[in-house]
C-alpha cells in the first residue's frame, strides 16, 4: 500500500526548535516530489514547500522562505519539516503530500497530518 | 500572482440534490493543472478531480469537473451522505501548488 505516515503531535513552547517527519514506503521514494502543506486552525490549505527525495532538490513558497527547512533522508525513506524558533502562530496541522507523476502535479497521496501546537 | 477564488463559502443541500461549486482564478490558468479536492472533518484532503475535468481512480462519476481560463466548476450530481465536507480548487505553476479558500458543503 502506497502511504505516507507522519510524526505525531507535538506540544512546544514560543522559542522552541522542532523537526516532523514523514515517511514514505510502497512506492519509489526517490522518484516522487514530496509537499509539505499548512492547515491553520478553521483555515485552508497553504503551500509551504517541496523537496524531491532523489537529490534534496527543495523550493519554498516565499510566505515561509527563512521561516522552515525541509530536508529529507533517502535512507530512511523520510522528508523533514523543520523550525529553529517556534512562533505561537505555528499552530496549525501540518500534511505532507505526494506530487503525483499521474495527475497532472496534484498531490494523490497524503499523511494523516501532524498537529502542532506552541503555546507558553 | 494568481489568485484562486471560490464560490460559495458555504452551500447548504440536502442529500439528493445537485451541488455547483465554483473556482475563478484572477488570470487565466491552464486547465491542465486546475486539480479540486475533498475534505472531510479530521481527515487528509483526497485528490478528487485532475486537469479540471477528468475523476482520479476510483472517484464516483457523480464528481465532475468542467471549465477553463479563468472559471472553473466542480459538479456533484446528487449528493450522498460522504459528500459532506470542504473541497478545494488547487493550480499549480513552476513547483508551486496554490489552493483557494474552500467551499464547505453542509447538511441543510
Known amino acids: 500500500e502506497v502511504q505516507l505516515v507522519q510524526s505525531g503531535v507535538e506540544v512546544k513552547k514560543p522559542g522552541e526548535s522542532l523537526k516532523i517527519s514523514c515517511k514514505g514506503s510502497?512506492?519509489?521514494?526517490?522518484?516522487?516530489?514530496i509537499v509539505w502543506v499548512r492547515q491553520q486552525p478553521g483555515k485552508g490549505l497553504e503551500y509551504m514547500g517541496v523537496i524531491y527525495p532523489g537529490d534534496s532538490d527543495t523550493r519554498n513558497s516565499p510566505p515561509f522562505l527563512g521561516q522552515v527547512s525541509i530536508s529529507a533522508d533517502r535512507s530512511l525513506n523520510t522528508v523533514y519539516l523543520q523550525w529553529s524558533s517556534l512562533k505561537v502562530s505555528d499552530t496549525a496541522l501540518y500534511y505532507c503530500?505526494?506530487?503525483?507523476?499521474?495527475?497532472?502535479?496534484?498531490?494523490?497521496?497524503w499523511g494523516q497530518g501532524t498537529m502542532v501546537t506552541v503555546s507558553s | 500572482e494568481i489568485v484562486l477564488t471560490q464560490s460559495p463559502g458555504t452551500l447548504s443541500l440536502s442529500p439528493g440534490e445537485r451541488a455547483t461549486l465554483s473556482c475563478r482564478a484572477s488570470?487565466?490558468?491552464?486547465?491542465?493543472?486546475l486539480t479540486w479536492y475533498q475534505q472531510k472533518p479530521g481527515q487528509a484532503p483526497r485528490l478528487l478531480i485532475f486537469?479540471?475535468?477528468s475523476r482520479a481512480t476510483g472517484i464516483p462519476d457523480r464528481f465532475s469537473g468542467s471549465g477553463s481560463g479563468t472559471d472553473f466548476t466542480l459538479t456533484i450530481s446528487r449528493l450522498e451522505p460522504e459528500d459532506f465536507g470542504v473541497y478545494y480548487c488547487?493550480?499549480?505553476?513552476?513547483?508551486?501548488?496554490?489552493f483557494g479558500q474552500g467551499t464547505k458543503v453542509e447538511i441543510k
Open positions: 510502497g512506492y519509489n521514494f526517490d522518484k516522487y516530489w
Open positions: 486537469g479540471a475535468s
Open positions: 503530500a505526494r506530487r503525483s507523476l499521474d495527475y497532472q502535479d496534484g498531490l494523490d497521496v
Open positions: 488570470q487565466s490558468i491552464t486547465s491542465y493543472y
Open positions: 488547487q493550480q499549480y505553476e513552476r513547483s508551486s501548488w496554490l
